[in-house]
């Protein structure tokens, strides 16, 4: 398994930012997809974003417009910059690699976002 490891939760007040880190044991370009989920306590693990190592980005909808995710190949590093926070993205975010068809998580950080 791909080892993970996220930095750059936080506490941050409505409309403020973040960028969140996801740093890879492996070379990035041997992983398929890299993304970040985010959950909840009693709600699914939701998908925020996710990037191919072809370079095709998706963006979920609760994040369209306000988050980016990018990726930095010399430092095997995904990104996810977030931007106008809104109370409703405090959960725990977790990044997740897709190697060959295995998955692997990070151990996740909180992001908590006060009105």
């Known amino acids: 398994q791909v080892q993970l490891v996220e930095s750059g939760g936080g506490l941050v007040q409505a409309g403020g930012s973040l960028n969140l880190s996801c740093s890879t044991s492996?070379?990035?370009?041997?992983?398929?997809?890299m993304a970040w989920y985010r959950q909840v306590p009693g709600k699914q693990r939701e998908l925020v974003a996710l990037i191919t190592k072809e370079g095709l980005k998706m963006i979920g909808d609760s994040g369209k417009g306000r988050f980016t995710i990018s990726r930095d190949n010399a430092r095997d590093t995904v990104y996810l910059q977030m931007r106008s926070l809104k109370p409703e993205d405090t959960a725990v975010y977790y990044c997740?690699?897709?190697?060959?068809?295995?998955?692997?998580w990070g151990q996740g950080t909180q992001v908590t976002v006060s009105s």
């Open positions: 492996e070379t990035i370009f041997s992983i398929n997809t």
């Open positions: 997740n690699a897709i190697k060959d068809g295995t998955p692997s």
